[in-house]
C-alpha cells in the first residue's frame, strides 16, 4: 500500500494506465516477480552471492540493447552457474553467453540456449 502511494506521488499515471503497463510487459514482470522471490529464499537461507550475481547478470542483460528485447531468455543463477535457457536470435546468444561468462560472481555457464531458424 505505500509502494502505491509512493508511485500515485509521483508519477501521474492513473491505475488503468499501470495495469495496462504491466499487462504488455507481463513476460518481464513474471520474471521479475520470481527473480525476486529466489533472491528472498536464498537470503533468508543466507546465500548472497547468487542473488547478487543474478542480479548483476540481469543488469547487463538490461542494459545490452540486442539483449534487452529477447522475451524468450531466462536466467537464473544456482551455486554460481548462470543457466541461460530459451530460443533467441544468434546474434543474441554469443552476446548473453559473453555478457555471463564476464559478470562479477558467475563461476561457470550452463548454455541451453536454443536459436531461431531462419525459414527456408
Keep these: 500500500m505505500i509502494v502505491w502511494r509512493i508511485l ?3 508519477l501521474p499515471l492513473s491505475g488503468s494506465a499501470l495495469a ?3 499487462w ?9 516477480t520470481a527473480f525476486g522471490i529466489r533472491s528472498a529464499q ?3 537461507n543466507g546465500n548472497s552471492d547468487d542473488p ?3 542480479a548483476r547478470l540481469r543488469m547487463a542483460l538490461v ?3 540486442r539483449v534487452r528485447s529477447a522475451p ?4 537464473v543463477v544456482r551455486d554460481g552457474i548462470a543457466v541461460l535457457k530459451g530460443v533467441v536470435d544468434p546474434q543474441v ?3 548473453a553467453v559473453k555478457l555471463a561468462g564476464r559478470t562479477q560472481g558467475i563461476k561457470k555457464v550452463d548454455d541451453r540456449l536454443d536459436e531461431v531458424r531462419g525459414r527456408n
Aim: net charge positive; aromatic share 10%; glycine share 0%.
Design 52 to 54: 547478487k550475481a543474478e
Design 8 to 10: 500515485k506521488r509521483y
Design 63 to 65: 542494459m545490452n540493447t
Design 20 to 22: 495496462l503497463w504491466a
Design 72 to 75: 524468450a531468455l531466462e536466467v
Design 93 to 95: 546468444h554469443d552476446v
Design 24 to 32: 504488455r510487459k507481463r513476460d518481464n514482470v513474471i520474471d521479475w
Design 42 to 44: 536464498n537470503l533468508v
